[in-house]
């Protein structure tokens, strides 16, 4: 099973801002929609939370939630006390690629613990201020296979860059 963290990150780190995204890019939302749909998605309590109540759970996905807390309840989606026992649940229904939608923590250990083999980045070309932020990534633990830019306009105040990158 492959293990896709995927995330939108500003030029300096950030993934997010007061428990929300720091701005509106319609086109990576479009993307991750496309990218996640029908299969395993893995997130913190905190990002679930994040998300408005009316599309909890995303659906036409698994949401599972980790949580330290063995009764927290979020109906619809499977609540786990680890991202192991998260990754566990996926391997075991066959899943052939499992994605982390966040938030920091999430990142933080699955990247620690080397447990990602993919990271599907939509990088923004901005400094944004937040108080969540993505985990610094070894350059050379990683070789892009694509990346396509897309520029600011209308519907989008920042440019970015969607970036696929695959462990060495």
């Known amino acids: 099973m492959i293990v896709t963290a995927i995330a939108a990150v500003a030029d300096n780190g950030t993934i997010g801002r007061d428990g929300d995204l720091p701005w509106h890019l319609p ?8 990218t996640t749909r029908g299969h395993h998605v893995i997130t913190g309590r905190k990002n679930y939370e994040s998300i ?16 330290r807390n063995p009764r927290y309840e979020a109906p619809g989606a499977v609540v786990v006390g680890s991202l192991e026992e998260a990754l566990r649940i ?9 994605f982390l939608i966040g938030g920091g923590q999430i990142y933080r250990e699955a990247l620690e613990h080397r447990l990602v083999d993919r990271l599907d980045l939509t990088l923004v070309h901005a400094e944004v201020n937040g108080d969540t932020r993505f985990p610094a990534i070894d350059p050379a633990e990683w070789t892009e ?12 105040a920042h440019a970015f860059s969607f970036v696929l ?3 060495r």
């Open 27 to 34: 086109d990576d939302m479009a993307h991750f929609q496309r």
């Open 52 to 67: 408005p109540p009316k599309y909890r759970p995303l659906k036409d996905r698994v949401n599972l939630v980790v949580s």
């Open 90 to 98: 996926a391997r075991e229904a066959g899943e052939k690629e499992v």
């Open 145 to 156: 296979v694509s990346r396509t830019r897309h520029e600011a306009d209308a519907r989008h």
């Open 165 to 167: 990158l695959e462990r």
